[in-house]
């Protein structure tokens, strides 16, 4: 018998997340060298992992015949050091994406509905509709979240409202003072969930931490996977109300994070230097991109983030094009006049560039 057939109905319907393309897959699928394939894809760090957090990743494999510290007390102390915040206050995840879909656990099921935007982070839609729950998106104009839009969008069944500042794909952000008034208009029994995943890259990051103190049901998000250049090792983490954060915590694997992600990321947090050169390259990048398009007439969302969306005649043909010639993007179903780029080293970005210039000449 079909295994769907006693299924649970939803999950057919289920939408599958689409990742940005390995760079082995484009080599083997057009012939190219993959030394010579710049992936801009995912928004990864393009200097690589924290050379400290390599190395606490080299000394951790000895010990992996251990079982990893369920409770990853010393990265759970050293977040909760930084951020000035309670040991039970944090949760970490596989990945940030794992706090999503244990938000979704806890606070999502059939008959209740999930906020976001319509050109919001992918995942929390999907993880929305894996609980059985709706997701209602709410409309971008000009890119950026319409906050008002989704004040008005709350509902007697709603109970979460994601949103990232800044937020993927658009690269948009919102003032710290936005996201205090949206915070303090949200009925108690709604939980905001702010995506942080970029905030490492902005001057300034909204702090939303004096909200969680008095009370509020917020949870802040972070993910060692962009600055810090651990993407391939699986590490976020929110912090939030205690209550929050063990609720969430009842949801999770017991050992959710694994002994060499815990100790690369925890020697991360010290590597100031490199975080300092991830932010000043991508600064840079930035600046090279934007006057590029600006110089090939392409419009582009300005991006707080390490990447930009930029328009250009026919999205999927533009990816389509440039990963032939060894610069792989992100196309959007939802955006079909254009593409992300992840800002690369100088070189990757002048490269992108040039491939970008052949295809506009290539439909002249
Ligand atoms: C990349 C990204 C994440 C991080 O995902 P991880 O699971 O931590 O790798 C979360 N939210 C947004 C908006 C992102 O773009």
């Given at each position: 018998?079909?295994?769907?057939?006693?299924?649970?109905?939803?999950?057919?319907?289920?939408?599958?997340?689409?990742?940005?393309?390995?760079?082995?897959?484009?080599?083997?699928?057009?012939?190219?060298?993959?030394?010579?394939?710049?992936?801009?894809?995912?928004?990864?760090?393009?200097?690589?992992?924290?050379?400290?957090?390599?190395?606490?990743?080299?000394?951790?494999?000895?010990?992996?015949?251990?079982?990893?510290?369920?409770?990853?007390?010393?990265?759970?102390?050293?977040?909760?050091?930084?951020?000035?915040?309670?040991?039970?206050?944090l949760v970490l995840g596989n990945g940030s994406n794992e706090i999503l879909e244990l938000v979704a656990h806890v606070f999502l099921g059939p008959g209740t509905e999930a906020i976001m935007g319509v050109h919001g982070f992918a995942v929390y839609r999907l993880v929305?509709?894996?609980?059985?729950?709706?997701?209602?998106?709410?409309?971008?104009?000009?890119?950026?979240?319409?906050?008002?839009?989704?004040?008005?969008?709350?509902?007697?069944?709603?109970?979460?409202?994601?949103?990232?500042?800044?937020?993927?794909?658009?690269?948009?952000?919102?003032?710290?003072?936005?996201?205090?008034?949206?915070?303090?208009?949200?009925?108690?029994?709604?939980?905001?969930?702010?995506?942080?995943?970029?905030?490492?890259?902005?001057?300034?990051?909204?702090?939303?931490?004096?909200?969680?103190?008095?009370?509020?049901?917020?949870?802040?998000?972070?993910?060692?996977?962009?600055?810090?250049?651990?993407?391939?090792?699986?590490?976020?983490?929110?912090?939030?109300?205690?209550?929050?954060?063990a609720l969430l915590h009842r949801a999770r694997q017991p050992f959710n994070i694994n002994a060499v992600a815990q100790a690369a990321a925890l020697a991360a947090l010290d590597d100031d230097d490199f975080v300092r050169r991830s932010r000043e390259n991508n600064r840079?990048?930035?600046?090279?991109?934007?006057?590029?398009?600006?110089?090939?007439?392409?419009?582009?969302?300005?991006?707080?983030?390490?990447?930009?969306?930029?328009?250009?005649?026919?999205?999927?043909?533009?990816?389509?094009?440039?990963?032939?010639?060894?610069?792989?993007?992100?196309?959007?179903?939802?955006?079909?006049?254009?593409?992300?780029?992840?800002?690369?080293?100088?070189?990757?970005?002048?490269?992108?560039?040039?491939?970008?210039?052949?295809?506009?000449?290539?439909?002249?």
């Amino acid at each position: 018998m079909d295994a769907a057939r006693f299924a649970r109905p939803h999950i057919l319907n289920q939408p599958v997340y689409q990742p940005g393309k390995p760079i082995a897959h484009v080599a083997r699928e057009f012939g190219l060298d993959a030394a010579r394939i710049d992936k801009l894809a995912s928004n990864e760090n393009p200097l690589g992992p924290s050379p400290m957090a390599l190395a606490a990743a080299t000394a951790a494999l000895r010990g992996v015949n251990l079982y990893p510290d369920g409770c990853c007390w010393d990265l759970n102390g050293k977040l909760a050091e930084r951020l000035q915040v309670g040991r039970d206050q944090l949760v970490l995840g596989n990945g940030s994406n794992e706090i999503l879909e244990l938000v979704a656990h806890v606070f999502l099921g059939p008959g209740t509905e999930a906020i976001m935007g319509v050109h919001g982070f992918a995942v929390y839609r999907l993880v929305t509709l894996l609980m059985g729950a709706k997701p209602v998106e709410v409309p971008m104009p000009g890119f950026a979240h319409d906050l008002a839009a989704m004040r008005a969008a709350v509902m007697p069944r709603t109970r979460v409202v994601f949103l990232a500042s800044p937020n993927n794909p658009t690269g948009t952000a919102h003032t710290e003072a936005e996201l205090i008034a949206f915070a303090r208009s949200l009925p108690e029994n709604v939980l905001f969930v702010l995506d942080e995943a970029y905030a490492e890259y902005q001057d300034r990051a909204p702090d939303l931490r004096p909200l969680i103190a008095e009370g509020r049901p917020v949870l802040c998000t972070r993910t060692f996977s962009k600055i810090y250049g651990l993407a391939g090792l699986r590490v976020g983490y929110g912090y939030t109300r205690p209550d929050i954060a063990a609720l969430l915590h009842r949801a999770r694997q017991p050992f959710n994070i694994n002994a060499v992600a815990q100790a690369a990321a925890l020697a991360a947090l010290d590597d100031d230097d490199f975080v300092r050169r991830s932010r000043e390259n991508n600064r840079a990048g930035l600046q090279q991109l934007a006057a590029g398009f600006r110089e090939l007439g392409l419009e582009h969302v300005p991006s707080e983030a390490n990447f930009i969306l930029v328009q250009v005649p026919d999205g999927a043909k533009a990816f389509q094009f440039l990963q032939a010639r060894g610069t792989i993007v992100r196309p959007f179903g939802d955006l079909p006049d254009h593409v992300r780029i992840t800002v690369g080293t100088p070189d990757q970005n002048a490269r992108g560039l040039a491939n970008l210039r052949t295809y506009l000449a290539s439909r002249a």
